[in-house]
DNA sequence: CGTACTTTTGAATCGCATCAAATCTGGTGG
DNA sequence: CCACCAGATTTGATGCGATTCAAAAGTACG
């Protein structure tokens, strides 16, 4: 492991949690860094040029871009891994990255991202399955998306996000709505209706359907 | 250029219209075949399990998902270019490729594929940057679904999809509705009431915002 | 010139958003 | 331990926008 990086004896565990950044060897990490951004900070701002890469350890943080009325949309959640990797490309971000739990971040410049993709094999092959599982994640979202009701989104949405016909609420119910894009009332409504029905399960932290 | 294709004087200029075919060697496409597929044709089904790549030289193919209910939802429109790449390493398909115009596909075992990528480096950042941009691309269209009004839908499509404020209609307004998840007299209404009002311009082949 | 498809308008209906308000819950400080 | 507070959950009433069903007019193409 990166000397640099093992003095944070802290945050050891936490990238003992990133399989991915094993992949990466000691030269690789040498330039990477290690930052703490508290709730409410931004990792980067819409419209800045992409200079690093940044792999999200704990914490979680959200992809948001504003309307023009002013109503934020999230584009993405994440809770670890890299982030926007897809914006690497472009010439300046698309969108801001706003902190939302306490986060601890290591950032690699992206000379040395791209470096690690030409020459690690197993690293390029993660990256890759990396970005086809998101296009997959991101093509459901919007098929759920496209459904017109309530109860039809939030079905789609235990079948592929969950397993086995349920999901943990390991959060608000509200959060949920957003991601359906639902207002929370409407979701509440309609999980009253269909608990009412016996068309699904609820528990305390679970959702099960039947 | 490989004999085996060449030898196909016909499609010779749809190749010509892949630049990332290009970067793969005679080797590589060795073992490419070329198929002609009518409308209506399946190029791959639901289920079954991932046994080459395929590449779009002419025609047009749809990712489709069916719901329960029946009703088809398009997940991706093709017009060129790799057709699900991003499900090669998936153990099924979770669509069905379905022939919307005449089709012209070059297809190439996986094997070929994943040396490609292990092997040319010009092809693997072809085909890493060809993954980033549909990230992009999907995140864009879920936050377009997002928005309440067909208005604010086309608007967002226009701004996106279009340069410059304006979109060429090469496809009749239907095929627009149903990308912007929306009936086809709501988009009608919706252009009208906008061409009223002066917020957008209409001839027969653009859409420009004013 | 007929046929298939697109475009257009109308009327009725449905589901969700919105606004409002009450209750519940977990966590904090006195 | 309890009072309190912020946020989550829940229910109600109303309105709007899109869907649905229906039908007519326009358009391309053989």
């Known amino acids: ?10 945050w050891q565990a ?11 060897t000691t030269d ?9 951004l508290p709730r409410e900070a931004q990792l980067f701002h819409r419209g800045e040029t992409p200079r690093k890469i940044h ?5 979680e943080i959200h992809l948001v871009r504003y309307s023009r009325r002013g109503a934020a949309m999230v584009l993405a959640r994440s809770r670890d891994g890299f982030i926007a990797e897809a914006s690497l490309d472009a010439p ?11 986060a601890v971040v290591l950032s690699l410049p992206l000379a040395a991202y791209r470096g690690a993709l030409d020459r690690n094999t197993d690293f390029r092959r993660a990256r890759f399955a990396a ?5 997959r994640r991101l093509r459901a979202q919007g098929e759920r998306l496209a459904l017109p009701t309530a ?33 929370h009332e409407a979701l509440y409504r309609t999980l009253a209706r269909m608990a009412q029905a016996g068309r699904i399960e609820r528990t305390a932290k679970v959702l099960r359907l039947r």
């Open 1 to 10: 492991m990166n000397p640099k990086i093992a003095q944070a004896q802290d």
């Open 14 to 24: 936490l990238l003992a949690g990133q399989p991915e950044l094993r992949l990466l």
């Open 28 to 36: 690789e990490l040498d330039a990477a860094r290690i930052t703490e």
């Open 55 to 59: 792999c999200l350890l704990s914490g």
């Open 92 to 102: 300046r971000y698309h969108c801001d990255a706003l902190v939302v739990v306490d």
């Open 131 to 135: 970005q086809a599982r998101e296009i």
């Open 151 to 183: 109860e039809e989104r939030l079905t789609h949405y235990i079948e592929t996000e969950g397993s086995d016909g349920s999901i943990e609420l390991d959060r608000p119910l509200k959060a949920l709505a957003v991601e359906l894009n639902l207002t």
